[in-house]
């Protein structure tokens, strides 16, 4: 697990920080996926916190992660609406006439529960179809595709 890190001004543990509670505020900014899971585009100091604990988990499984940069990137922020835990993100990039899916993360305890491939129907839809026709995703890793 990633190491305690500063968040306006607070020290923080990284479990403490999955709790949607803990970033309350994103509730009001959040939309339904399905009955299970809401998400919310990474606009706060919190909400990147989040991400970056989470790429830090991932990294710790080896998988070379991209940084969320929100100048170059959209990125989403997905919680269970019942658990009220946050459980994924996602990393996106733009053009004028195409969207690329960069990364999809779900933390290691939420996988082979459809989560994922939930998540990409919900950003096709609401995202990649938006800019045009045509979108791509980047090469999955091999847990992914097994």
Same mark, same amino acid.
């Given at each position: ?46 909400? =990147? ?16 992660? =991209? ?80």
């Amino acid at each position: 697990m990633a190491p305690s890190c500063h968040c306006e001004g607070e020290l923080v543990q990284p479990n403490t920080v999955f709790s949607v509670d803990w970033n309350h505020e994103i509730q009001m900014r959040s939309e339904d996926i399905n009955e299970e899971l809401r998400i919310a585009e990474v606009e706060t100091e919190r909400d =990147l916190l989040i991400v970056h604990v989470m790429q830090s988990m991932a990294r710790e499984e080896g998988e070379p992660f =991209l940084g969320a940069r929100l100048e170059e990137h959209g990125c989403g922020l997905v919680f269970h609406s019942q658990r009220r835990m946050f459980l994924a993100y996602l990393l996106w990039s733009d053009d004028e006439s195409e969207a690329t899916l960069r990364q999809i993360y779900v933390v290691p305890e939420e996988r082979r529960k459809g989560f994922a491939a939930g998540l990409l129907t919900y950003w096709v839809r609401e995202y990649a179809d938006r800019i045009g026709a045509r979108f791509a995703v980047e090469s999955p890793n091999e847990k992914s595709v097994a």
